[in-house]
């Protein structure tokens, strides 16, 4: 079975964090949002909790909570706010500010199904070849992001996790994106983009190879040992945060 809290965790950092990705690449997403300014917050017990602030066009994840959200939706236990992200079960969220933007939870819900067109592909979507390396795209961001949650919160790795030595994990594709998870104390810290001083560093020659690998079709050092990914520095590290990108696939997949 499944921990909620830590599922909580993955739904409002992980997944939700792609917002921003979406509003750039897709052009319904980024019409509905062209005259947002507003900030959208979701928690629930447990400290779980992130906001998005929409301006200019364009989104921005945050963990934690803002002070004056236009929209604030508390869900009464990490389950309920499950069942919204993944649309089963009950899901009673209580706007506690903002409940007359009425319009912009509306555009929220119209934005989640943008999104799920493309983290939860039909096969015609993976067909078209940008929709497909979007998709790719959001399958790395996830990880980095979800690793996090799953180090610090996830009972069969977290004790694992925290004797980790510090440094800094970074993935790329090839000519694409990047991300990076930064080791410091036993917590793990994501970002987006390329570090400046990975302490090891995996680079997948392409979206396919990548796809692969990140829905768990490919296995990563069996690519290295096929030279079909490269790898640099300290592979130790690379061992341990597999464990945690391992226990992620249970949740999400």
């Not at 996790?161 to 991300?179: K, M, T």
């Not at 290295?224 to 061992?239: E, N, Q």
Request: some cysteine.
């Amino acid at each position: 079975m499944l921990d909620q809290e830590v599922l909580a965790r993955l739904h409002v950092s992980a997944v939700l964090q792609n917002i921003e990705e979406l509003v750039d690449f897709d052009a319904a997403a980024k019409d509905i949002v062209k005259d947002w300014r507003a900030t959208i917050q979701f928690s629930c017990p447990g400290g779980i909790g992130a906001h998005l602030e929409f301006g200019g066009g364009r989104a921005r994840w945050a963990d934690g909570s803002t002070s004056m959200p236009s929209v604030a939706l508390w869900f009464a236990t990490p389950g309920q706010l499950n069942n919204m992200f993944t649309g089963k079960g009950v899901a009673i969220p209580v706007p506690w500010m903002g409940v007359w933007n009425v319009g912009l939870l509306k555009g929220f819900t119209e934005l989640t199904k943008r999104l799920e067109h493309y983290l939860k592909p039909a096969d015609a979507t993976l067909a078209d070849r940008s929709a497909f390396e979007f998709h790719t795209k959001c399958l790395l961001y996830t990880a980095m992001y979800g690793l996090a949650p799953i180090a610090g919160y996830d009972h069969h790795v977290r004790h694992f996790v925290s004797g980790i030595r510090d440094g800094v994990v970074e993935f790329r594709i090839a000519n694409g994106p990047a991300a990076h998870v930064t080791v410091k104390g036993g917590k793990l810290y994501p970002a987006k983009g390329r570090s400046a001083e990975p302490s090891v560093s995996i680079e997948l020659p392409d979206y396919d190879t990548a796809y692969g690998m990140l829905s768990g079709k490919l296995d990563v050092m069996a690519l290295v040992g096929a030279r079909r990914a490269t790898i640099r520095g300290f592979i130790p590290l690379v061992d341990k945060i597999g464990s945690a990108l391992d226990r992620l696939a249970i949740y999400l997949n």
